[in-house]
């Protein structure tokens, strides 16, 4: 018999929020914003009000992917500054309390790579990269999410790329978010030029500008991936996030410049772009009720 769940996705604007089949896949699906800046309380209410509409006697559980750092109690260790309040809340608990229902709450990258794998590319050893706003990645082991000790296991965007590199805003210096964000690289076109570009302008212009920032990124990028694939020796190298949306047309050089880098026994490794996008975190987030996380 097929098992049903609510999945829920919280990004730093919006919000989507589906009833979803372990073998359907999203059957109803709703947006809203996210309006972080207005604290957690708000947010959980007006979540909680999408929640409760979309439940019906089938439903087994709330599944969860959200920004920051989650740890295995559902409580949220850290995150970016735009939410307000949302540290040290414990989502898991308040889920459970309103609707009695099981909840599970994991990092946005660790749900989508568990998107992913269950209903994209289906790696059972598997990278996921997002790069998007800030940089983040997630551990696929074996078919299962790797956690770690504390639940925040695969933060791949604060490994350091250049030593006492550019400072990020995680307190650190040359992490991968400061060299392949969509952030990144506006900031560095803007270095360059001294004129504002969105990044997807950037990587379709030809001026010699745009040009510099693409290579420079596409050399980063390589050199990430490269020690990601020595490091894990996984079956791929999954890159999502919305950056990503501009890859396509580079993904052959992106293999070809990893590939310099890459150990012989891991140049098999597959790199990919994401092959569901938008709903790899809803689906992966409502596969924590449907499996162990």
């Known amino acids: 018999m097929q098992k049903y769940a609510i999945g829920v996705d919280i990004g730093g604007t919006g919000m989507q929020i589906a009833y979803i089949g372990e073998n359907d896949g999203i059957i109803k699906k709703v947006q809203i914003p996210t309006e972080a800046k207005n604290g957690g309380a708000d947010i959980i209410e007006r979540l909680s009000i999408e929640i ?15 920004a920051g750092q989650i740890d295995n109690e559902g409580v949220i260790r850290s995150c970016t500054a735009n939410f307000k309040d949302w540290k040290g809340i414990n989502l898991k608990t ?5 609707f009695n229902l099981p909840a599970q709450i994991v990092n946005d990258v660790q749900a989508m790579s568990l998107g992913e794998m269950i209903y994209g590319y289906s790696y059972p050893n598997m990278i996921s990269l997002a790069l998007g706003t800030g940089v983040g990645g997630a551990i ?12 925040s296991a695969g933060e791949m965007g604060h490994a350091v790329l250049v030593p006492f590199g550019k400072e990020c805003p995680c307190g650190s210096q040359g992490c991968l978010e400061t060299y ?11 270095e360059l030029s001294g004129e504002e570009k969105k990044g997807q302008i950037i990587f379709k212009q030809d ?7 693409v ?12 020690n990601i694939a020595n ?5 791929a190298v999954v890159l999502s996030g919305g950056v990503v949306g501009s890859l396509e047309p580079f993904m052959d050089d992106i293999r070809t410049r990893s590939l310099q880098f890459t150990l012989e026994a891991n140049k098999e490794v597959k790199i990919l772009r994401s092959n569901l996008l938008s709903d790899a975190m809803i689906l992966g987030a409502a596969s924590t009720i449907f499996t162990e996380v």
Not at 94 to 98: D, I, Q
Not at 140 to 151: E, Q
Not at 207 to 213: A, G, I, P, T
Not at 231 to 235: E, G, K, L, N, R
């Open 52 to 66: 409760e509409n979309l439940l019906d006697e089938n439903i087994m559980g709330i599944g969860v992917g959200t």
């Open 94 to 98: 308040e889920l459970e309390t309103r």
């Open 140 to 151: 696929i082991n074996n078919g299962k999410l790797y956690r770690g000790t504390n639940g």
């Open 180 to 190: 392949l964000s969509g952030t990144a690289i506006e900031k560095r076109y803007l």
């Open 207 to 213: 001026d010699e500008y745009s040009k510099q920032v």
């Open 215 to 226: 290579d420079e990124f596409l050399d980063y990028l390589a050199i990430a991936v490269a």
């Open 231 to 235: 490091t894990f020796a996984p079956d």
